[in-house]
């Protein structure tokens, strides 16, 4: 079911981007400065966790049937991690009205 698959990366993208937004700004309070610190932190870290599952994923597939996952459907996971990660960037930045 590759919809569901995209769907679960867009996600997860989401809430590893919430997270960030929290762990960074809401949380301290501190204020938001720049939408592109913003976007970037929540892309790359989205990222970052992403490659951890890609590697988790691959890993195991190997050991189970002695074959790494294709190509195309890890860049496909990782661009939705990113647009997740993206999404959360752009809402943060207009719900406080700086757009």
């Not at 937004?21 to 204020?31: D, S």
């Not at 929540?42 to 994923?57: M, T």
């Not at 074959?67 to 930045?93: C, H, K, P, Q, Y």
Request: one cysteine or more; charged letters at 15%; a negative charge.
């Amino acid at each position: 079911m590759r919809w569901l698959d995209n769907l679960m990366h867009f996600a997860g993208g989401v809430w590893l981007a919430c997270l960030v937004v929290w762990w960074q700004y809401l949380r301290p309070a501190i204020p938001l400065q720049d939408f592109w610190i913003l976007l970037a932190e929540c892309i790359i870290f989205s990222i970052i966790i992403g490659l951890g599952w890609e590697i988790y994923e691959g890993f195991f597939r190997f050991i189970k049937e002695g074959n790494i996952n294709e190509m195309s459907d890890t860049i496909s996971d990782l661009v939705f991690d990113m647009m997740g990660g993206a999404s959360v960037a752009i809402f943060m930045w207009t719900k406080i009205g700086r757009v």
